[in-house]
């Protein structure tokens, strides 16, 4: 069985250049996050999609970050006019369900590392 | 709001010495609990978990016992291995969210 896959693995782009981050959750999970981590801010959430809909989008830095996900399925994360604090290494993961007493467990995909220059 | 605090790294223990990694947490309600690990060049993996107070977690030698009265959930493995060598974060997540909040991380290094 497949697990989380994203594309690509690394990603160098010039500041003001537009990225996008690719994430294939496991087949038949509903709910998929995209997390980020940093040297100087560690683990954080970004954005948890349930089916299509994105209910929290709290997490996103700015409004140059977005995320869609189609067909309940794949996601993409765009960062538009990149700046260097982005760089980071970005996180995707899903998960059967949300919360509840399964414990809401999560499975995590090996990342993108973004750098930009 | 939630948080969760672990010890700093790195950690340097000789190989079969006893392991402990602190953490605690702040949350409201009752929080599932988390372990989670980082082998180098890999990607985050679920070590164990606890979903209610007093359970213990364990895999793969490694255990953690969820601690309501003192909002812990500390690591423990009784006899590290080089393989053990790695970054291990813990986490909680809200029994009605569904984000994780993670620790800062601890590294370990174990040597032979």
């Known amino acids: 069985g497949a697990g989380v896959s994203q594309s690509p693995s690394n990603k160098v782009t010039e500041k003001g250049k537009d990225v996008e981050l690719r994430c294939d959750p496991i087949s038949g999970h509903t709910a998929l996050y995209w997390y980020r981590q940093s040297l100087g801010q560690g683990l954080e959430f970004l954005i948890y999609f349930q089916g299509n809909s994105a209910p929290d989008k709290s997490g996103l830095p700015s409004d140059r970050f977005s995320a869609e996900r189609t067909g309940g399925s794949v996601s993409t994360l765009t960062i538009q006019r990149t700046q260097q604090e982005d760089s980071a290494v970005y996180l995707c993961?899903?998960?059967?369900?949300?919360?509840?007493?399964?414990?809401?467990?999560?499975?995590f995909g090996p990342g993108t590392r973004l750098t930009v220059l | 709001g939630n948080s969760v605090t672990q010890m700093e790294g790195p950690v340097t223990l000789s190989e079969e010495a006893f392991l402990t990694i602190n953490c605690t947490y702040t949350a409201t309600g009752y929080p599932s609990l988390f372990w989670y690990v980082q082998y180098p060049g890999e990607g985050l993996q679920l070590l164990l978990k606890?979903?209610?107070?007093?359970d213990k977690g364990s895999n793969k030698g490694f255990e953690a016992t969820y601690r309501k009265e003192t909002t812990s959930f500390h690591l423990e493995k009784g006899s590290v291995q080089v393989s053990d060598s790695a970054v291990y974060f813990c986490?909680?997540?809200?029994?009605?969210?569904?984000?994780?909040?993670f620790g800062s991380g601890t590294r370990l290094l174990v040597r032979p």
């Open positions: 993961a899903s998960s059967l369900s949300v919360g509840g007493r399964a414990g809401n467990e999560q499975f």
């Open positions: 606890a979903t209610k107070a007093d």
């Open positions: 986490a909680l997540s809200d029994r009605s969210s569904y984000k994780l909040i």
